[in-house]
């Protein structure tokens, strides 16, 4: 390989490999090398299917395209390794030019694309949809004004009876109210005041909180990695996160059930900054419950504003949490199971300068 | 509860509701849904107390506060509004108003405080433009409701879930 070939095979952000005519490995990139969760000298010169596992019958397409010489794209392809779960690929196979018996193989997580997009749209959803409620929200406080006033001058001279459906009227548009300023709240979060920050201290306190409060009968176990560097956030906001994603977990479980916190640094995720620029998450931290799990109809619009599992959730909590972690240029994903729930926060690490 | 009380308010349903409550407590009403309706009974002497909202189809409540402070001095006006930032209770307290309150309003609580700007009104004769040393002073008044909101919503649980 020329040097720039070279180049662009180490840093092609897609796991690649070649097979040669014999069904045999014969180069993966680092990408792929991460991926499989293996070095290329395990890889190299030993049989593609004693190394992936796939649940579609490539063998024979791998035939078609040496006789055929075309490339063939199959989507949504289980991809097990061995060593983890399956997870779901879109599988490119092409030969190539100079050794047509030989082909190359991409393999492209659909999962880790599929949450990435969610959590775009996501973001933008809940934008128009807070700027919608937030405009909304003017216009319905006028009628709430009348039907409170006029259930209240009813109530001046009502009997008992007539008066606890008075009440109930104007409890009732009370609890709406409560639901605008919410969503008027959700429009006004500040952008953090970042600073170098320990995430074990944050953890720490609204752990103490939730364990002398919301979460007293449930029980609550860390994992802490200790070595973490201090991560670059508000801690007050991300207090917020954690308290609000640990109340969640609370509320979900039954009495005696288990949270888990779980902290350790994983440098395989980048997102896209507010710049456009690429920065690391290696900051990791995972809440996890026992609960019954999120509903399968909901779970894919969790971080969408008003969508909510619960009765009388205003489906705000997690929209917020995740408007938060956006704001740090963080990456929040959850993994959900009957009997257990994972909440992922994915963190950057404070700048050297400022670190302590 | 005696005196005539102003009401300009675009929104039906809050007139009648103003209307009939001022009413019973033994106040005359005239209600509109119009500032140059509202502005023209302040130049003709008419009424003892304002209620007003702020956003009207032919202009911002606010706007004639000075307008009415010019013309008709001691003349209390209480701010109803439904766009409830700390900007519009600042202009409000900038532009002198009596009080002021977030729609949707509690209906006794803004009663009391009508029955406390119209008694004020009738012992204030003639009437002077408030002085900074009253101590119902419209501005500090204002301010407090303001802080106590504040103070309140940081302790409610807006970002439950």
């Given at each position: 390989?020329?040097?720039?070939?070279?180049s662009?095979?180490?840093?092609?952000?897609?796991?690649?490999?070649?097979?040669?005519?014999?069904?045999?490995?014969?180069?993966v990139?680092?990408?792929?090398?991460?991926?499989?969760?293996a070095?290329?000298?395990?890889?190299?010169?030993?049989?593609?299917?004693d190394?992936?596992?796939?649940?579609?019958?490539?063998?024979?397409?791998?035939?078609?395209?040496?006789?055929?010489h075309?490339a063939?794209?199959v989507?949504?392809?289980?991809?097990?390794?061995?060593?983890r779960?399956?997870?779901?690929?879109?599988?490119?196979?092409?030969?190539?030019n100079?050794?047509?018996?030989?082909?190359?193989?991409?393999?492209?997580?659909?999962?880790?694309?599929?949450?990435?997009d969610?959590?775009?749209?996501?973001?933008?959803?809940?934008?128009?949809?807070?700027?919608m409620?937030?405009?909304?929200?003017?216009?319905?406080k006028?009628?709430?004004?009348?039907?409170?006033?006029?259930?209240?001058?009813?109530?001046?001279?009502a009997?008992?009876?007539?008066?606890?459906?008075?009440?109930?009227?104007?409890?009732?548009?009370?609890?709406?109210?409560k639901l605008?300023?919410?969503?008027?709240?959700?429009g006004?979060?500040?952008?953090?005041?970042?600073?170098?920050?320990?995430?074990?201290?944050?953890?720490?306190?609204?752990r103490?909180?939730?364990?002398?409060?919301?979460?007293?009968?449930m029980?609550?176990?860390?994992?802490?990695?200790?070595?973490?560097?201090?991560?670059w956030?508000?801690?007050?906001?991300?207090?917020?996160?954690?308290?609000?994603?640990?109340?969640?977990?609370?509320?979900a479980?039954?009495?005696g059930g288990?949270?888990?916190?779980?902290?350790?640094?994983?440098?395989?995720l980048?997102?896209?900054?507010?710049?456009?620029t690429?920065?690391?998450?290696?900051?990791?931290?995972e809440?996890?419950?026992?609960?019954?799990?999120?509903?399968?109809?909901?779970?894919?619009d969790?971080?969408e504003?008003?969508?909510?599992?619960?009765e009388?959730?205003?489906?705000?909590?997690?929209?917020?949490?995740?408007k938060?972690?956006?704001?740090?240029?963080?990456?929040?994903?959850?993994d959900?199971?009957?009997?257990?729930?994972v909440?992922?926060?994915?963190l950057?690490?404070a700048?050297?300068?400022?670190?302590p | 509860m005696?005196?005539?009380?102003l009401v300009?308010?675009?929104?039906?349903?809050?007139r009648?509701?103003?209307?009939?409550a001022?009413?019973r407590?033994g106040?005359?009403?005239?209600?509109?849904?119009?500032l140059?309706?509202?502005?023209?009974?302040?130049?003709?002497?008419?009424?003892d107390?304002?209620?007003?909202d702020?956003?009207?189809?032919?202009?911002?409540g606010?706007?004639?506060?000075?307008?009415?402070?010019d013309k008709?001095?001691?003349?209390p006006?209480?701010?109803?509004?439904?766009?409830?930032?700390?900007?519009?209770?600042?202009?409000?307290?900038?532009?002198?108003?009596?009080?002021?309150?977030?729609?949707?309003?509690d209906?006794?609580?803004?009663?009391?405080?009508a029955?406390?700007?119209?008694?004020?009104?009738?012992?204030?004769t003639?009437?002077?433009?408030?002085?900074?040393?009253?101590?119902?002073?419209?501005?500090?008044?204002?301010c407090?409701?303001?802080?106590?909101?504040?103070?309140?919503?940081?302790?409610t649980?807006?970002?439950?879930g």
């Open positions: 390989m020329t040097q720039i070939t070279q662009l095979w180490a840093s092609l952000p897609i796991p690649a490999l070649i097979v040669d005519a014999e069904d045999r490995i014969c180069d990139n680092p990408a792929a090398e991460t991926f499989l969760n070095s290329k000298k395990s890889l190299d010169g030993y049989p593609v299917w190394k992936i596992f796939v649940d579609a019958p490539l063998e024979e397409a791998f035939s078609r395209i040496r006789t055929g075309s063939l794209f989507n949504a392809v289980d991809v097990g390794t061995g060593s779960k399956p997870v779901s690929c879109d599988v490119q196979i092409s030969p190539l100079d050794k047509p018996d030989h082909v190359l193989v991409l393999l492209e997580n659909r999962e880790l694309a599929g949450r990435l969610r959590a775009m749209n996501s973001k933008s959803a809940a934008k128009s949809a807070i700027g409620a937030e405009m909304l929200a003017h216009e319905i006028n009628p709430l004004a009348g039907i409170t006033g006029a259930a209240q001058l009813i109530s001046m001279n009997n008992g009876e007539e008066r606890e459906l008075t009440d109930l009227i104007v409890g009732e548009t009370r609890r709406i109210l605008l300023e919410q969503v008027e709240d959700f006004n979060v500040r952008p953090p005041e970042q600073r170098a920050v320990n995430i074990h201290d944050v953890l720490d306190r609204a103490k909180s939730a364990a002398i409060g919301f979460a007293a009968h029980v609550i176990e860390d994992d802490y990695d200790p070595s973490l560097p201090p991560t956030g508000d801690p007050d906001q991300l207090q917020q996160v954690f308290l609000n994603l640990l109340k969640n977990a609370a509320e479980g039954r009495e288990t949270i888990r916190i779980r902290t350790f640094y994983e440098l395989s980048k997102v896209r900054r507010r710049d456009g690429g920065g690391a998450v290696p900051l990791q931290v809440i996890t419950d026992d609960g019954p799990g999120i509903p399968p109809d909901i779970a894919a969790i971080f504003p008003f969508v909510s599992g619960r009388n959730g205003t489906g705000l909590g997690l929209a917020l949490i995740s938060i972690i956006s704001d740090h240029d963080g990456w929040m994903a959850v959900s199971v009957p009997g257990r729930t909440f992922r926060i994915s950057p690490v700048p050297r300068e400022v670190s | 005696d005196g005539t009380v300009a308010d675009d929104d039906r349903t809050i009648t509701v103003l209307t009939q001022l009413t407590a106040c005359k009403v005239h209600a509109t849904s119009s140059m309706t509202l502005m023209r009974w302040v130049d003709e002497g008419k009424g107390l304002v209620i007003s702020v956003i009207m189809p032919d202009g911002n606010l706007d004639t506060l000075p307008q009415i402070n008709r001095p001691g003349l006006v209480i701010i109803i509004s439904a766009q409830n930032t700390i900007m519009t209770a600042i202009q409000a307290t900038e532009a002198d108003a009596y009080d002021y309150l977030p729609k949707p309003f209906l006794p609580d803004l009663m009391k405080r029955a406390r700007a119209l008694d004020q009104k009738r012992r204030a003639p009437a002077p433009k408030p002085s900074g040393e009253q101590p119902s002073r419209p501005s500090r008044r204002i407090r409701w303001w802080g106590a909101r504040r103070r309140c919503r940081r302790f649980g807006w970002w439950r």
